[in-house]
T-cell receptor
Framework: DADVTQTPRNRITKTGKRIMLECSQT?????MYWYRQDPGLGLRLIYYSFDVKDINKGEISDGYSVSRQAQAKFSLSLESAIPNQTALYFC??????????????FGPGTRLLVL | KNEVEQSPQNLTAQEGEFITINCSYSVGISALHWLQQHPGGGIVSLFM???GKKKHGRLIATINIQEKHSSLHITASHPRDSAVYIC???????????FGTGTRLKVLA
């Protein structure tokens, strides 16, 4: 079984709809991240969480919200989806900074299309 | 100017060729990461470097801290190496990643 899973893997929705993307991990990591990837652009950080009580905005948090329900679960919500949120979304986890432990492990991605 | 820049953006090679992908960064880093994104979209970590050189199979990654530059080399390239290779800097203090835009590699048989 994969260590970092994302659901759904693909989603088509309409403008104005609320949707939630979910991420679960079995690695026991404290740190979790949500990124989006657009063609021609690098991955960009939306939100990150260093533990269950810690939520931080990334560089492109407008239009998104997150919930860290447990150490293993980190959800991303689009309150009112718009077409320019069409992208590939990745969840990632890491342990603690320093040495090999700061390597991030990525989920398989969720492909979102907003019509 | 992006804080992490990669070159080339696209690269086509014949099977067996030696391949080099370059990454330059302008931020203070705790480490430099090389990632591979498969055609299906999944991303895996290849290397994490804070100094010197690392080797795994046919892949070699180097970093020059003074010049703020890293390279990923693939020896004896193979069609299965076709992927997008992404450089990412984990920044000093925060350890958050800043990503390059990726290099799309296609290796022809």
């Amino acid at each position: 079984d994969a260590d970092v899973t994302q659901t759904p893997r693909n989603r088509i929705t309409k403008t104005g709809k609320r949707i939630m993307l979910e991420c679960s991990q079995t690695k026991g990591h404290d740190r979790m991240y949500w990124y989006r990837q657009d063609p021609g652009l690098g991955l960009r950080l939306i939100y990150y969480s260093f533990d269950v009580k810690d939520i931080n905005k990334g560089e492109i948090s407008d239009g998104y919200s997150v919930s860290r329900q447990a150490q293993a679960k980190f959800s991303l919500s689009l309150e009112s989806a718009i077409p320019n949120q069409t992208a590939l979304y990745f969840c990632a986890t890491s342990e603690i900074p320093g040495g090999d432990q700061e390597t991030q492990y990525f989920g398989p991605g969720t492909r979102l299309l907003v019509l | 100017k992006n804080e992490v820049e990669q070159s080339p953006q696209n690269l086509t090679a014949q099977e067996g060729e030696f391949i080099t992908i370059n990454c330059s960064y302008s931020v203070g880093i705790s480490a430099l990461h090389w990632l591979q994104q498969h055609p299906g979209g999944g991303i895996v970590s290849l290397f994490m470097l804070s100094s010197g050189k690392k080797k795994h199979g046919r892949l070699i990654a180097t970093i020059n801290i003074q010049e703020k530059h890293s390279s990923l080399h693939i020896t004896a390239s193979h069609p299965r190496d076709s992927a997008v290779y992404i450089c990412a800097a984990s920044t000093s203090g925060t350890y958050k990643y800043i990503f390059g835009t990726g290099t799309r590699l296609k290796v022809l048989a």
